[in-house]
């Protein structure tokens, strides 16, 4: 007999190794889960959108309309939209005139905004647009008594951008510290990105300070699903971003940002793109610039490059690959990786779409891989060639719909007996052409519509989302559903006797039409089957036709509703005297037991005034019962009761004195 003792000491170690091993797979499955969905956050999409030709055109002429000018401000919105978008013909004449509008305002030292955008019109307009600024030195003089003291981000922002832009040394070892201590003070982040774009235009300085504060400026952005946005909207965005990139190109290190988080930036600024203000449409530019032609990072579109279906007609698959500025973004490889079918089948691909001659379409022939028609989405990719600051793509899925056109295969237009459902006659109907018999039908008989629809290419019954037969007499249209069965045959049958109300009762000759539709279908039709005779029982119920004409309506005159009937007069008396009994029971008692009127000639005058008062106030109310109304009673009654009061107050303080005494 071989015992073995454990001590319980023993099992609870064991039971904590068991329990330690557990927690250990557990940690390690959500670290491998974290570290997947982390995989997943990174994988760079694709921008939801991209701000076409059209749309440039559209902001092109939105510069081009601002004119005249009003102000230096809205002069340099249009200097700097027009240099963004790119030479063109049309805004030639505009650049001039901005140019001259710069040269005609009066330099005034005391305004450093004013002289910002002045100076920043010739400077982007550039060899356009001469010219030299009058007393420089004292412009000069101006603008660095600016940066003295403790100037605010905003402020070290325009000096130093103005200098830059009259070609005026920066001293670096004052305004640097000063750019730091402002925008410690101010902390905003409209003031993280004028002070980044200010130290993007002072050389041979060390920024490393402000181009760190770039990796506490990107998180503090608010966040959805595909957007990212700084809070203020679209100007502070613009200036983060834009700032961001500039500061990185001009330090040459790639920005605490990643691409992901860059095209996020991209589809906020997309939002903007259909705006009508001329503000918001140089931050848009500003920014979109921004990301297309940095040096680390380009967020980029992929995208179709036409909305028509694939079809017979177009068989081609056509995606365009683009910066945020519908510009090329270089050498790629664009696979389509896999195609899913309308129900919900994946099937792999990994295919390359062909490059077209404009450099920025890929076509893939699409029609030739799908079983059928209806909606796929197909997922894509697409990989630069060699160094590139453009991003990759490593899945972007598209919706497609692959349209097809239909035709009528056989068709039967037929009078079935209503008791026995024996076939009376029957016709075979020819597409799209109607026929040339007309059929009656009448509450014995019951009227059926037979066809297949096919399609045109490989001639396969189909099915469609919408199938109606229209009946059609005079202002009179009925509706009715076509519904297909197992075997893909469509049929409509209408009983006439059951129908009636339908029709109501209304006997004639009706057109019969066919209407297929479907969002697939290139070729929806109505087809004018041919014409019917109904004849219903009993008298029609169709309605009385309205008459629409344009003329005056009757007058409408307004009646109050009768006064409700009063009671007999014998009825009304009753009830007065049986209200006046009492008082008149007091007068009698008055009488039989004598009254005590000794004080009445106390009191004097005003004692007969009292009860003079109180009597018109008893008065008062019969009237009011009689025919005044509310507000006419109480205006009276401000008259008695106040000399009521003022009489009984006298005879009160008579008595009262005559006891005394």
Known sequence: LHVVVRSPWTAMANRQRTALFGASILLLLASITL??????????????????QRDKARLRQLFILAEPYTDAQTAYYVATGLQLLGPDDSDLQVRDNACAFAQTKTVDTSNLENLFYVTSIVKVLGDTCKFTFPEAKKI???????????PTVETIYYAVTTMANLGVQIDHATVIPALVTAVENEESLLSYGQAFKAASV?????????FDLIEDTVPQ????????YFEGGLKVTSTVISGIFALANRVGKEPAMTELQATKFGNYLLTSKYTSSLADAHHLLSAARALASNRYMVP??????????????????????TNILDDSVGSFTVKVTAIEDPEGEISERNKPMKKEEDGVT???PLFADISGPGIYKVSLSAKGKGASPVADISEVQLSVTVSYQVTVGSAALSLIERDQGITTKSISLDYPNASKETLKADQHTKVAVTFTLLNKDTKDKVTVHQAFIRLTSGFQEIFYVATANDEEVYSFELDVAEAASDFRKQSGTYEMVLLVGDFALENPFSWNVGELILTFTGGSTAEKKEDYTFKAKPVIE??????????PVVISNTFTVLVLLPLGLLLLLWLLLGANISNISVGGIWTILFHLGLAAIFGLYYCFWTQLNMFQTLQYLVVIGGVTFFSGNRMLR?????KQG
């Not at 570290?35 to 939801?48: G, K, Q, R």
């Open 35 to 52: 570290s997947l969905a982390a995989a997943s956050d990174d994988a760079v999409t694709s921008l939801n959108d991209v701000i076409t």
């Open 654 to 658: 008579r008595i009262t004195e005559a």
């Open 140 to 150: 000069e003089a101006a603008l660095k008594k600016f940066l003295e003291g403790e």
């Open 558 to 567: 307004h009646q109050f509703n009768p006064p409700e009937k009063r009671p």
């Open 221 to 228: 952005a608010d966040e959805t699903p595909s957007i990212l």
């Open 202 to 210: 002072i050389p041979e300085a060390d920024l490393s300070d402000l």
């Open 300 to 321: 980029s579109a992929l995208l179709l490059a036409e909305t028509t279906p694939i079809g017979s007609g177009n068989k081609n698959l056509k995606v365009r690959l």
């Open 362 to 364: 890929y076509s893939y």
